[in-house]
């Protein structure tokens, strides 16, 4: 009975756990967040995207890790193709003037 108790809790335990683990990597993308996307939009609403050389001295502006972070979210963006995803334009932004 006790070997039974310590299996099912373990079991319910790994659950737990993974569930967490899978809701940090898929929770918002660097894409989502203002305060990393305002610096390459004119306008509050960012919809319109700023000229190349204002594009490229705010990509230059990011640390190395929020630029890392902004290229793996437009990858996976780009791998996951949807109608749904909203930064193709910012994404082919990223490719053309902060690097693949």
Known sequence: MNIKIICLSAMALSMAAGSAL??????????DDPAKMQPFYTD?????????????????ALTPGDQAS???????????????NSHPEFCSSVKLNGGS
């Open 22 to 31: 899978a809701g940090g990597s898929t929770g918002t993308s660097a894409l």
């Open 44 to 60: 509050s609403s960012m919809k319109t995207l700023r000229g190349n050389d204002d594009f490229v001295k705010a990509w230059k």
């Open 70 to 84: 902004i290229k793996t979210a437009c990858a996976d963006e780009a791998k996951n193709a949807t109608p749904a």
